[in-house]
C-alpha cells in the first residue's frame, strides 16, 4: 500500500471521527440547552405559583380577623397553601442544584432543640399516618453552625418518606440525632420498620425521578425528595447512607459537620443566630387545633333524617377526609376510613349506602377496595364513587372496570359529588320502585317461575319477620340471624332493595299487617291491634300509623265500618 492511500485513508478516518465527534457535541449541546430551558421554566411556572398563593394566604387572613367562626376552614386553607409552599420550594432547590446555584449560608445556634423542634411540627404527619413517632436528640443541646432552610428540608424528607412507607399498623419511625466523639459532626438517624428495600434497589434511592415502586405502598411520588436531600446532605460536605432490610425495616444516616471551620468565609452568616421558633411555625397542627376549637366552642347540633343515606369516605389525607365529613354530613349519616383495609372493617360492620374512596391510599388502594367489594355477594351492590388525580382515560377505564358505578377527578367541586350521589340514589330509587311495583308489599312467586336471587331473598325476610310479628322485641338483629346474615349486610341488601333500613322496614311491615287487620276487622280494639303487630305502646302505635297513612287508626277503623 502506498504512502499516499494511507495518507488518504488516515484523512478520511479522521474526518470520519471528527463528523461524529462534532455531532456529538453538538447533540450534548442541545439536550443541556434543553435542559436548562426546561429548568427556567420550571423555574418561572413555580415563581409564578408562588405568587398567587401569597395572594390567597393573605386572604384568608384577612377573612380570618373578619369572620373569625370559621377558623376550622381557614386552617384547612392554610395547612394546604403551606404544603404547596413547600413543594413548589422544592422544585426550585432541586433547579437551583442542577444549574449550580445551590448556596449555602451557615448561623450559629442551638441545633439540638431546632432539629427537635422542626420534627415535632412533623409530628401531626405521623398521627395522620397512624405511626409511632420518637425523637431522641443526645445531647438534648448542643451550639453549632447550620443552615436551617436546608436541614430543615432534609429532616422533612426524611420523616415524611419513612412515615409514608411504614407499617400499616403498629407503625414505628425513630430520629435519633447524636454528635461524634470529636463534636465537630453530628449524626441523624431516621428509622422506620417498613416493608424494607431490596438491596439490589438501593444504588437508585438517590437518582432524581425515581419513583420509589420497590415499596409497593401505592403511594405518591416524583422521586424529588431523597434527591434533594443528597444534594442538600453533600452541599453541607456530608454524607447520607441507607441500610434496609426487606421485611423490617429501613435506617438513612445522615452526617454533617457542625464546627464553623468547615465552611467557608462566603457560606457564614454571623448577622443572624438560629430561630427555635421559625421551626414550630413550619407546619400547621391541624388536628390539635381542630380538637381545641371542639373543646372550647359549643357544637352546632346538626339534625339528619335517621332514614338518611349513609355515606363512607374512603381518603387517606386526613384534611380532605375532615373537610368531606364537614360538608357531606348536613344531609347524610357519614363514616370515614383512611384506607381500603380500615374500610372493609366498617363495610362488615356498619350499615351503608354509598361508598366514596380515593384511589391512590397506601395499604389497600382504591382500585382494590372495589374490586373486593364488587366480588362479595353481600356488598356487591353498594354502589362505589372514585376520587382520583389521575385524569388519562386508561385510569378512567380501569375503575370502570372493577365496577366502580362513578368516577371523579380531583380537583373536584363539592357540587359536582353530590351531583353523582343524587344520581345514584334517584337510580336506586327508581329500581326500587320497579321492584315493589312488581311484586307488591309481600313477594309472591308465581309457579312455573325461576325466582330470582332478590326475589328469595325479599320473600324470606318478609316471612321471618311475618313469623314473629306480634313480638315486640323482634328487632334487626332478630332479623338478620334468622336470615343469617350480620345486620349490615341485611342493611344493604333491604336498602338497595326497598330503600328502607332494617328499623323502617319492620315498622313499615306491621303498619300495613295493622292496616290489613283493620280491613278484616273493622270493629278491633285499637290496644289489641298494636300488641298484635309488635308495638308495645298504642299510643305510639297511633302516631305512626298516621304519619304512614295520614290518618287515625280509630278514624281508619270508624270509617270503614260505616261503610260496611
Excluded at 388 to 408: C, F, I, M, P, W
Aim: glycine share 4%.
Amino acid at each position: 500500500m502506498s504512502l499516499l492511500t494511507i495518507i488518504i485513508l488516515l484523512t478520511v478516518a479522521l474526518s470520519i471521527g471528527l463528523f461524529f465527534a462534532g455531532r456529538e457535541l453538538f447533540q450534548r449541546s442541545v439536550r443541556m440547552r434543553n435542559r436548562l430551558q426546561m429548568n427556567a421554566i420550571y423555574t418561572n411556572i413555580t415563581h409564578e405559583l408562588l405568587t398567587p398563593l401569597t395572594v390567597i394566604s393573605a386572604s384568608v387572613e384577612r377573612l380570618r380577623s373578619k369572620e373569625p367562626a370559621h377558623q376550622q376552614d381557614y386552617d384547612l386553607m392554610q395547612l394546604n397553601i403551606d404544603r404547596m409552599v413547600r413543594l413548589l420550594q422544592q422544585i426550585l432547590e432541586t433547579n437551583k442544584s442542577q444549574s449550580g446555584e445551590l448556596k449555602l449560608l451557615v448561623a450559629y445556634g442551638d441545633i439540638m432543640q431546632y432539629i427537635q423542634q422542626t420534627a415535632l411540627c412533623i409530628e401531626p404527619l405521623m398521627v395522620q399516618k397512624g405511626v409511632k413517632f420518637t425523637i431522641q436528640c443526645l445531647p438534648e443541646s448542643m451550639m453549632g453552625w447550620i443552615d436551617t432552610d436546608k436541614l430543615d428540608k432534609i429532616i422533612y424528607n426524611l420523616l415524611s418518606n419513612a412515615a409514608k412507607y411504614s407499617l400499616s399498623e403498629h407503625g414505628k419511625v425513630l430520629l435519633q440525632v447524636k454528635t461524634n466523639k470529636k463534636y465537630d459532626h453530628i449524626i441523624i438517624k431516621v428509622s422506620d420498620n417498613g416493608i424494607g428495600i431490596p438491596q439490589e434497589k438501593i444504588k437508585k434511592l438517590f437518582r432524581r425521578f425515581y419513583d420509589g415502586a420497590y415499596r409497593q405502598q401505592n403511594t405518591i411520588g416524583h422521586g424529588l425528595g431523597l434527591a434533594l436531600t443528597r444534594e442538600l446532605v453533600f452541599l453541607h460536605g456530608g454524607t447520607i447512607d441507607c441500610e434496609s432490610e426487606e421485611g423490617k425495616g429501613t435506617v438513612f444516616t445522615v452526617t454533617i459537620p457542625i464546627k464553623k471551620e468547615a465552611f467557608s468565609p462566603s457560606q457564614i452568616d454571623e448577622s443572624h443566630q438560629i430561630s427555635i421558633s421559625t421551626a414550630r411555625n413550619a407546619i400547621l397542627d391541624i388536628a390539635k387545633r381542630m380538637h381545641e376549637q371542639e373543646t372550647t366552642e359549643e357544637p352546632v347540633p346538626v339534625t339528619v333524617n335517621e332514614d338518611a343515606y349513609k355515606l363512607l369516605i374512603v381518603e387517606d389525607n386526613i384534611e380532605l377526609l375532615m373537610l368531606l365529613n364537614q360538608l357531606l354530613s348536613s344531609k347524610y349519616i357519614v363514616k370515614t376510613a383512611s384506607n381500603g383495609k380500615e374500610a372493609m372493617k366498617i363495610i362488615r360492620k356498619e350499615e351503608l349506602d354509598i361508598i366514596i374512596s380515593d384511589v391512590m391510599m397506601p395499604v389497600m388502594d382504591g382500585i382494590e377496595l372495589t374490586r373486593k367489594i364488587k366480588s362479595d355477594a353481600n356488598f356487591k351492590h353498594l354502589p362505589i364513587i372514585l376520587l382520583t388525580a389521575k385524569t388519562q382515560e386508561e385510569d378512567r377505564n380501569n375503575a370502570l372496570e372493577v365496577g366502580a358505578d362513578s368516577y371523579v377527578t380531583k380537583p373536584f367541586k363539592l357540587s359536582d359529588l353530590e351531583l353523582r350521589i343524587n344520581n345514584i340514589i334517584e337510580n336506586r330509587k327508581r329500581i326500587q320502585e320497579e321492584f315493589i311495583s312488581q311484586h307488591g308489599d309481600i313477594v309472591s312467586i308465581p309457579p312455573d317461575t325461576e325466582p330470582t336471587a332478590d326475589e328469595l331473598f325479599l320473600k324470606r325476610t318478609y316471612e321471618c319477620l311475618h313469623a314473629h310479628l306480634s313480638d315486640s322485641d323482634y328487632d334487626r338483629e332478630s332479623l338478620a340471624a334468622d336470615m343469617g346474615a350480620s345486620a349490615s349486610t341485611l342493611y344493604n341488601k333491604l336498602r338497595a332493595l326497598t330503600g328502607m333500613s332494617v328499623s323502617n322496614f319492620i315498622r313499615d311491615q306491621r303498619l300495613k299487617e295493622a292496616m290489613r287487620m283493620i280491613q278484616r276487622t273493622p270493629n278491633i280494639r285499637i290496644n289489641e291491634l298494636a300488641y298484635k303487630v309488635g308495638f308495645k305502646d298504642p299510643k305510639y302505635f297511633s302516631t305512626c300509623f298516621k304519619k304512614e297513612f295520614g290518618v287515625q287508626p280509630s278514624e281508619y277503623a270508624e270509617n270503614l265500618a260505616k261503610d260496611l
